[in-house]
T-cell receptor, first 111, second 115 residues
Framework: AQSVTQLGSHVSVSEGALVLLRCNYSSSVPPYLFWYVQYPNQGLQLLLKYTTGATLVKGINGFEAEFKKSETSFHLTKPSAHMSDAAEYFCAVSGGFKTIFGAGTRLFVKA | EAQVTQNPRYLITVTGKKLTVTCSQN?????MSWYRQDPGLGLRQIYYSMNVEVTDKGDVPEGYKVSRKEKRNFPLILESPSPNQTSLYFC??????????????FGNGTRLTVT
Protein backbone atom coordinates (compact mmCIF):
# COMPACT_ATOMS: atom_id res chain seq x y z
CA ALA A 1 0.00 0.00 0.00
CA GLN A 2 1.16 3.50 -0.75
CA SER A 3 1.60 6.13 1.92
CA VAL A 4 3.12 9.55 2.43
CA THR A 5 4.53 11.08 5.61
CA GLN A 6 5.31 14.76 5.89
CA LEU A 7 7.48 15.63 8.86
CA GLY A 8 6.39 18.80 10.60
CA SER A 9 2.89 20.20 10.32
CA HIS A 10 4.29 23.74 10.61
CA VAL A 11 7.60 25.19 9.47
CA SER A 12 8.66 28.77 10.11
CA VAL A 13 11.58 30.47 8.33
CA SER A 14 12.84 34.00 7.94
CA GLU A 15 12.63 35.73 4.61
CA GLY A 16 15.75 34.88 2.62
CA ALA A 17 16.44 31.67 4.55
CA LEU A 18 16.51 28.14 3.19
CA VAL A 19 13.19 26.32 3.00
CA LEU A 20 13.22 22.55 3.64
CA LEU A 21 9.97 20.57 3.73
CA ARG A 22 10.32 16.86 4.35
CA CYS A 23 8.44 14.03 2.67
CA ASN A 24 8.90 10.29 2.95
CA TYR A 25 6.91 7.85 0.88
CA SER A 26 6.09 4.19 0.76
CA SER A 27 5.37 2.55 -2.55
CA SER A 28 5.67 -1.00 -3.81
CA VAL A 29 6.35 0.15 -7.35
CA PRO A 30 8.46 2.96 -8.83
CA PRO A 31 6.73 5.97 -7.37
CA TYR A 32 4.90 8.79 -9.06
CA LEU A 33 5.61 11.66 -6.70
CA PHE A 34 4.31 15.20 -6.61
CA TRP A 35 4.45 18.36 -4.55
CA TYR A 36 1.40 20.63 -4.55
CA VAL A 37 0.94 24.08 -2.99
CA GLN A 38 -2.26 25.51 -1.58
CA TYR A 39 -2.64 29.25 -1.08
CA PRO A 40 -5.43 30.54 1.20
CA ASN A 41 -8.94 30.02 -0.19
CA GLN A 42 -7.63 28.25 -3.27
CA GLY A 43 -7.33 24.75 -4.60
CA LEU A 44 -4.06 22.85 -4.87
CA GLN A 45 -1.64 23.74 -7.64
CA LEU A 46 1.14 21.56 -8.99
CA LEU A 47 4.58 22.67 -7.81
CA LEU A 48 6.59 19.87 -9.35
CA LYS A 49 6.50 16.17 -10.17
CA TYR A 50 9.13 13.47 -10.09
CA THR A 51 10.53 12.33 -13.41
CA THR A 52 11.81 8.75 -13.58
CA GLY A 53 15.60 8.65 -13.48
CA ALA A 54 16.07 12.14 -12.14
CA THR A 55 17.48 12.90 -8.71
CA LEU A 56 16.76 16.61 -8.67
CA VAL A 57 13.49 17.95 -10.01
CA LYS A 58 12.91 21.64 -10.61
CA GLY A 59 9.52 23.21 -10.15
CA ILE A 60 7.89 26.59 -10.28
CA ASN A 61 8.75 29.61 -8.11
CA GLY A 62 12.34 28.42 -7.48
CA PHE A 63 11.38 25.21 -5.69
CA GLU A 64 13.10 21.91 -6.30
CA ALA A 65 12.91 18.42 -4.83
CA GLU A 66 15.54 15.75 -4.40
CA PHE A 67 14.55 12.13 -4.93
CA LYS A 68 16.49 9.64 -2.78
CA LYS A 69 15.38 6.09 -3.41
CA SER A 70 17.57 4.63 -0.64
CA GLU A 71 15.88 6.91 1.89
CA THR A 72 12.43 6.81 0.22
CA SER A 73 12.41 10.59 0.48
CA PHE A 74 11.33 13.43 -1.78
CA HIS A 75 12.17 16.57 0.20
CA LEU A 76 11.24 20.02 -1.12
CA THR A 77 13.69 22.92 -0.93
CA LYS A 78 14.05 26.53 -1.92
CA PRO A 79 17.32 28.40 -1.35
CA SER A 80 15.77 31.71 -0.32
CA ALA A 81 12.28 32.09 1.10
CA HIS A 82 10.00 34.89 0.01
CA MET A 83 6.96 36.22 1.82
CA SER A 84 4.80 35.01 -1.06
CA ASP A 85 5.86 31.39 -0.33
CA ALA A 86 3.68 31.31 2.78
CA ALA A 87 1.18 28.55 2.02
CA GLU A 88 0.43 24.91 2.76
CA TYR A 89 2.45 22.29 0.91
CA PHE A 90 1.37 18.73 0.19
CA CYS A 91 3.48 15.80 -0.89
CA ALA A 92 1.58 13.14 -2.84
CA VAL A 93 2.18 9.70 -4.32
CA SER A 94 0.11 8.40 -7.20
CA GLY A 95 -0.53 4.87 -8.38
CA GLY A 96 -3.37 3.47 -10.42
CA PHE A 97 -6.58 5.35 -9.80
CA LYS A 98 -5.58 6.81 -6.45
CA THR A 99 -3.43 9.70 -5.31
CA ILE A 100 -2.45 9.65 -1.64
CA PHE A 101 -1.65 12.96 0.02
CA GLY A 102 0.40 13.72 3.07
CA ALA A 103 -1.13 15.67 5.94
CA GLY A 104 0.46 18.89 4.70
CA THR A 105 3.06 21.32 6.01
CA ARG A 106 2.14 24.93 6.57
CA LEU A 107 5.04 27.26 5.78
CA PHE A 108 5.28 30.57 7.62
CA VAL A 109 7.72 33.22 6.38
CA LYS A 110 8.82 35.91 8.83
CA ALA A 111 9.92 39.34 7.67
CA GLU B 1 -9.48 29.30 -19.61
CA ALA B 2 -8.83 25.68 -18.67
CA GLN B 3 -10.33 25.07 -15.26
CA VAL B 4 -12.25 22.94 -12.82
CA THR B 5 -15.30 24.75 -11.50
CA GLN B 6 -17.04 23.85 -8.27
CA ASN B 7 -20.26 25.30 -6.92
CA PRO B 8 -21.12 26.55 -4.45
CA ARG B 9 -17.96 27.87 -2.72
CA TYR B 10 -19.67 27.94 0.66
CA LEU B 11 -22.64 25.96 1.89
CA ILE B 12 -24.30 25.81 5.28
CA THR B 13 -27.02 23.23 5.75
CA VAL B 14 -28.81 21.20 8.40
CA THR B 15 -28.54 17.53 9.22
CA GLY B 16 -30.51 15.33 6.83
CA LYS B 17 -31.17 17.88 4.09
CA LYS B 18 -29.99 16.47 0.77
CA LEU B 19 -27.45 18.54 -1.13
CA THR B 20 -25.40 18.41 -4.30
CA VAL B 21 -22.04 20.01 -4.96
CA THR B 22 -21.39 20.44 -8.66
CA CYS B 23 -18.06 20.01 -10.46
CA SER B 24 -17.37 20.72 -14.09
CA GLN B 25 -14.14 20.68 -16.12
CA ASN B 26 -13.58 22.12 -19.59
CA UNK B 27 -10.35 20.29 -20.44
CA UNK B 28 -11.88 17.06 -21.82
CA UNK B 29 -10.22 15.14 -18.99
CA UNK B 30 -10.95 11.45 -18.60
CA UNK B 31 -10.44 11.14 -14.83
CA MET B 32 -12.26 13.05 -12.10
CA SER B 33 -12.16 12.69 -8.35
CA TRP B 34 -13.56 14.13 -5.12
CA TYR B 35 -11.50 14.77 -2.00
CA ARG B 36 -12.25 16.11 1.43
CA GLN B 37 -9.66 18.11 3.34
CA ASP B 38 -9.60 18.10 7.12
CA PRO B 39 -6.97 19.66 9.41
CA GLY B 40 -4.10 17.31 10.12
CA LEU B 41 -5.42 14.68 7.73
CA GLY B 42 -4.51 16.13 4.35
CA LEU B 43 -6.77 15.23 1.44
CA ARG B 44 -8.68 11.98 1.46
CA GLN B 45 -10.29 10.54 -1.64
CA ILE B 46 -14.06 10.05 -1.58
CA TYR B 47 -14.89 8.76 -5.07
CA TYR B 48 -13.31 8.79 -8.47
CA SER B 49 -14.34 8.23 -12.07
CA MET B 50 -12.12 7.05 -14.92
CA ASN B 51 -14.76 7.33 -17.62
CA VAL B 52 -18.37 8.24 -18.28
CA GLU B 53 -20.71 5.96 -16.28
CA VAL B 54 -17.72 4.40 -14.46
CA THR B 55 -17.14 5.36 -10.83
CA ASP B 56 -15.52 3.71 -7.84
CA LYS B 57 -15.02 4.25 -4.13
CA GLY B 58 -12.02 6.01 -2.69
CA ASP B 59 -10.89 5.79 0.91
CA VAL B 60 -13.81 7.58 2.62
CA PRO B 61 -16.97 6.97 0.51
CA GLU B 62 -19.52 6.48 3.32
CA GLY B 63 -22.36 8.99 3.17
CA TYR B 64 -21.57 10.17 -0.36
CA LYS B 65 -22.76 9.41 -3.88
CA VAL B 66 -21.48 10.49 -7.27
CA SER B 67 -22.49 10.19 -10.88
CA ARG B 68 -20.71 10.67 -14.21
CA LYS B 69 -23.36 10.96 -16.89
CA GLU B 70 -21.28 13.35 -18.99
CA LYS B 71 -17.54 13.60 -19.33
CA ARG B 72 -17.31 17.15 -18.04
CA ASN B 73 -19.51 16.86 -14.92
CA PHE B 74 -18.99 14.94 -11.71
CA PRO B 75 -21.43 16.00 -8.98
CA LEU B 76 -21.04 14.98 -5.34
CA ILE B 77 -24.30 14.10 -3.59
CA LEU B 78 -24.91 13.95 0.14
CA GLU B 79 -28.28 12.23 0.57
CA SER B 80 -28.50 12.83 4.33
CA PRO B 81 -25.67 15.07 5.52
CA SER B 82 -24.37 14.74 9.06
CA PRO B 83 -22.13 17.06 11.10
CA ASN B 84 -19.11 14.78 10.57
CA GLN B 85 -19.29 15.69 6.88
CA THR B 86 -18.43 19.29 7.69
CA SER B 87 -15.27 19.76 5.67
CA LEU B 88 -13.56 21.42 2.72
CA TYR B 89 -14.26 19.54 -0.49
CA PHE B 90 -12.20 19.55 -3.67
CA CYS B 91 -12.94 18.24 -7.11
CA UNK B 92 -9.98 17.34 -9.31
CA UNK B 93 -9.42 16.07 -12.82
CA UNK B 94 -6.61 14.53 -14.83
CA UNK B 95 -6.22 14.04 -18.59
CA UNK B 96 -5.48 10.31 -18.42
CA UNK B 97 -7.94 7.61 -17.45
CA UNK B 98 -5.32 6.28 -15.01
CA UNK B 99 -3.55 9.37 -13.59
CA UNK B 100 -0.20 7.81 -12.54
CA UNK B 101 2.25 10.50 -13.61
CA UNK B 102 -0.35 13.02 -14.76
CA UNK B 103 -0.92 15.77 -12.21
CA UNK B 104 -4.34 16.59 -10.84
CA UNK B 105 -6.09 19.87 -11.65
CA PHE B 106 -8.11 21.16 -8.72
CA GLY B 107 -11.15 23.33 -8.29
CA ASN B 108 -11.17 26.11 -5.71
CA GLY B 109 -13.05 24.09 -3.13
CA THR B 110 -16.43 24.02 -1.42
CA ARG B 111 -16.58 24.66 2.29
CA LEU B 112 -19.51 22.72 3.72
CA THR B 113 -20.91 23.17 7.22
CA VAL B 114 -23.58 20.78 8.48
CA THR B 115 -25.33 21.81 11.70
Amino acid sequence: AQSVTQLGSHVSVSEGALVLLRCNYSSSVPPYLFWYVQYPNQGLQLLLKYTTGATLVKGINGFEAEFKKSETSFHLTKPSAHMSDAAEYFCAVSGGFKTIFGAGTRLFVKA
Amino acid sequence: EAQVTQNPRYLITVTGKKLTVTCSQNMNHEYMSWYRQDPGLGLRQIYYSMNVEVTDKGDVPEGYKVSRKEKRNFPLILESPSPNQTSLYFCASSPDRIPNNSPLHFGNGTRLTVT
